[in-house]
């Protein structure tokens, strides 16, 4: 209104849009999470979400890890309020880590955990115990750049201690390999023969699948006799419970 009292048109502000609507379908992507398995003690991980309202503003990651011979503990932090939406992982031999993430949009609504990925680092030769005559090599192309080898019948590597819902060796398969026998808690569980047409490093064969969790030892024993047998580690796969 003006001096005369005369009145202007009226202006409408707005309309206005609070969003009150968390972001979606927080996820960890990328080839790493897919795998069950790793062939290296270090791997990417990436995460993802959606927010078409305000926006994305950060996220947090979490992890929980279980020892070869442990359960899963409690989840730890590993990003906080991060704008990054991949990283690189260092793991250890022999563990398992699971992932989750959330996100958080520009007015600070957050997300829900997302469902976690797991996936484990295997553990190699030289984490099993040998008797008799093994050489212990170091070569590219192998897991972790090492291999147990031998020839003779009755020669074994060992590992006590594993909690494992499934367990792979890994081996190298060739002309000429021998047969391995692979024993749990004093059982046999399978014969296992390496011989193939051409070479093949890093090869996952599956010893057993439990169904649930298993704690023991496992042997593994030479049953052929002068056919090279190469040993490239261990495999052992867990699932994490809901939390």
């Not at 490093?201 to 190469?230: A, C, H, N, W």
């Given at each position: 209104?003006?001096?005369?009292?005369?009145?202007s048109d009226p202006v409408h502000a707005g309309p206005f849009f609070i969003d009150i609507n968390a972001p979606g379908a927080a996820r960890i992507i990328g080839?790493?999470?897919?795998?069950?398995?790793?062939?290296?003690?270090?791997?990417?991980?990436?995460?993802?979400?959606?927010?078409?309202?305000?926006?994305?503003?950060?996220?947090?990651?979490?992890?929980?890890?279980?020892?070869?011979?442990?359960?899963?503990?409690?989840?730890?932090?590993?990003?906080?309020?991060?704008?990054?939406?991949?990283?690189?992982?260092?793991?250890?031999?022999?563990?398992?880590?699971?992932?989750?993430?959330?996100?958080?949009?520009?007015?600070?609504?957050?997300?829900?955990?997302?469902?976690?990925?797991?996936?484990?680092?295997?553990?190699?030769?030289?984490?099993?115990?040998?008797?008799?005559?093994?050489?212990?090599?170091?070569?590219?192309?192998?897991?972790?750049?090492?291999?147990?080898?031998?020839?003779?019948?009755?020669?074994?590597?060992?590992?006590?201690?594993?909690?494992a819902e499934k367990l792979l060796l890994i081996a190298t398969k060739c002309p000429g390999c021998g047969t391995v026998r692979?024993?749990?808690?004093?059982?046999?569980?399978?014969?296992?023969?390496?011989?193939?047409?051409?070479?093949?490093?890093?090869?996952?064969?599956?010893?057993?699948?439990?169904?649930?969790?298993?704690?023991?030892?496992?042997?593994?024993?030479?049953?052929?006799?002068?056919?090279?047998?190469?040993?490239?580690?261990?495999?052992?796969?867990?699932?994490?419970?809901?939390?």
């Open positions: 209104m003006d001096i005369a009292g005369n009145w080839p790493a999470a897919t795998k069950e398995f790793q062939l290296s003690t270090q791997f990417r991980l990436k995460w993802a979400a959606s927010d078409p309202n305000s926006g994305l503003k950060d996220y947090d990651v979490r992890y929980r890890m279980a020892s070869l011979g442990g359960d899963f503990g409690t989840f730890r932090n590993w990003k906080l309020a991060t704008t990054l939406v991949d990283a690189r992982w260092v793991g250890l031999k022999g563990y398992t880590y699971c992932f989750s993430t959330r996100a958080r949009d520009n007015v600070l609504n957050v997300s829900a955990w997302s469902a976690e990925k797991c996936t484990a680092i295997p553990f190699d030769d030289r984490g099993l115990t040998a008797t008799g005559s093994w050489a212990r090599e170091t070569a590219s192309g192998y897991y972790l750049g090492s291999y147990s080898l031998s020839s003779t019948t009755n020669n074994t590597l060992t590992k006590t201690g594993i909690m692979v024993f749990w808690n004093g059982v046999a569980v399978i014969d296992i023969d390496l011989e193939n047409a051409t070479k093949q490093r890093r090869q996952f064969i599956l010893i057993d699948d439990f169904g649930v969790m298993e704690t023991g030892s496992i042997e593994i024993r030479i049953i052929s006799s002068g056919k090279p047998v190469y040993i490239d580690g261990l495999a052992v796969g867990k699932t994490a419970p809901l939390p």
